[in-house]
């Protein structure tokens, strides 16, 4: 168990629908990062928060937003959903700071499925 | 642009041998960390090991270690003593201070028994 908290763990829903997925990252860390994973993919990243704060964007389309509540979690919106955006979304987190390695704290997964 | 390469989509390896997974990484950036992943058929991720730029040592975890050749920009993956349920997808990482880490396609490892 990493102590990141993904929810929902699966979701189908129809083209044109807009969805939110959530993350409680670990106790204490304050940084969040959201990743796609297409089927049979790498990890695509899409967006970090820290503290809150916008820190890093990726390939994240326009339809995507994201953002970190004062309580650390987060929520990543995905609207206008189409077939391609199937995919497992991960939340990570990390305790960025001094000596930060890198390392990542990944969350089960979100898998949605758009039909 | 700060890239990772795994040219090896799927692999085989029979139980108890050794594997090697490529990984070739991309920076200009001095102080970086790579990291090698599991994702086993049920979905979740996990953190294998860790190689600091800077190490002098390759890292070992155990049956798990990471051939790092920091000229050459390699940082391979090598599992000693293969066993079933080391059959997964296995996806290289690299941090560059960025605010994110970026990572490889991955490699599908299948051990046979």
């Known amino acids: 168990d990493s102590g990141v908290t993904q929810t929902p763990k699966h979701l189908i829903t129809a083209t044109g629908q807009r969805v939110t997925l959530r993350c409680s990252p670990r106790?204490?860390?304050?940084?969040v990062y959201w990743y796609q994973q297409s089927l049979d993919q790498g990890l695509q990243f899409l967006i970090h928060?820290?503290?809150?704060?916008?820190?890093a964007k990726g390939n994240i389309l326009e339809r995507f937003s994201a953002q970190q509540f004062p309580d650390l979690h987060s929520e990543l919106n995905l609207s206008s959903l189409e077939l391609g955006d199937s995919a497992l979304y991960f939340c990570?987190?990390?305790?960025?700071?001094?000596?930060?390695?890198?390392?990542?704290?990944f969350g089960e997964g979100s898998r949605l499925t758009v039909l | 642009a700060q890239k990772i390469t795994q040219t090896q989509p799927g692999m085989f390896v029979q139980e108890k041998e050794a594997v090697t997974l490529d990984c070739t990484y991309d920076?200009?950036?001095?102080?970086?960390?790579l990291f090698w992943y599991k994702q086993p058929s049920s979905g979740e991720m996990i953190f294998l090991i860790y190689?600091?730029?800077?190490?002098?040592q390759n890292a070992t975890e155990g049956r798990y270690s990471l051939n790092f050749q920091k000229a050459r920009k390699s940082a391979n993956l090598v599992i000693s003593a293969s066993q079933l349920g080391d059959s997964a997808m296995y996806f290289c990482?690299?941090?560059?201070?960025?605010?994110?880490?970026?990572f490889g396609a991955g490699t599908r490892l299948f051990v046979k028994a």
């Open positions: 920076t200009s950036d001095q102080s970086y960390g």
């Open positions: 190689q600091g730029s800077y190490d002098e």
């Open positions: 990482a690299m941090y560059t201070g960025g605010f994110k880490t970026i």
């Open positions: 990570a987190s990390s305790a960025q700071g001094r000596g930060y390695t890198g390392e990542l704290f």
């Open positions: 106790s204490g860390d304050l940084s």
């Open positions: 928060y820290y503290n809150g704060e916008e820190r």
